[in-house]
T-cell receptor
């Protein structure tokens, strides 16, 4: 069964700092890796996804995927207090077995202070 | 305007009772899901439906029964409630099963 581990558990940074979040997964056949943001009392919101080895940039977000090491990281540039939330890493199953199921990690709690 | 509506937002139930959690999506998606988030566990997949047909069921108990009366509805019936069922239940949808999942705000269930 797929396992998704996230680190650190929590992170406090000053406004404007670069934030780096890590995620490791266990199934090399995993299709896509997603990052979701969840504010208190709200549902998760998709931020960015990656399928191919390498990196992908969208606005202030950059995600790096290394399939050989089963590791993905999310970097948030110029962090803002509004970025304070829980960040969830999620992995989808391999092609041909995809039923829309995502396996989530426990999340990283990010707090950006002004 | 929320595009995925979950009702109620909060729900308190007694052990042994039955409840129905409501989910409607107005995104025009063909796939819908239920996930559960409890205090000590990560967000867990429960069910996926595509064009109102069950695609995957990862719940171990038959006490959890999804019901799809319309293509944009996926309700969740829970019978014989237990305190361990206390969690926030999230409904989600996507266009096909390989695309981005959009989540509702959740129903927070407390079983006493």
């Amino acid at each position: 069964q797929e396992k998704v581990q996230q680190s650190p558990e929590s992170l406090i940074v000053p406004e404007g700092a670069m934030v780096s979040l890590n995620c490791s997964f266990s199934d090399s056949a995993s299709q896509s890796i997603w990052w979701y943001q969840q504010h208190p009392g709200k549902g998760p919101k998709a931020l960015i996804s990656i399928f191919s080895n390498g990196n992908k940039k969208e606005g202030r977000l950059t995600v790096y995927l290394n399939r050989a090491s089963l590791h993905v990281s999310l970097h948030i540039k110029d962090s803002q207090p509004s970025d304070s939330a829980v960040y969830l890493c999620a992995v989808s199953r391999g092609t041909g077995a995809n039923t829309g199921k995502l396996t989530f990690g426990h999340g990283t709690i990010l707090r950006v202070h002004p | 305007d929320p595009k995925i509506i979950q009702k109620p937002k909060y729900l308190v139930a007694v052990t042994g009772s039955e409840k129905i959690l409501i989910c409607e999506q107005y995104l025009g998606h063909n796939a819908m899901y239920w996930y559960r988030q409890s205090a000590k566990k990560p967000l867990e997949f429960m069910f996926s439906y595509s064009y109102q047909k069950l695609m995957d069921n990862q719940t171990a108990s038959s006490r959890f029964q999804p019901q799809s009366s319309k293509k944009n509805h996926l309700d969740l019936q829970i019978t014989a409630l237990k305190p361990d069922d206390s969690a926030t239940y999230f409904c989600a949808s996507s266009q096909d099963q390989t695309n981005t999942l959009y989540f509702g705000a959740g129903t927070r269930l407390s079983v006493l």
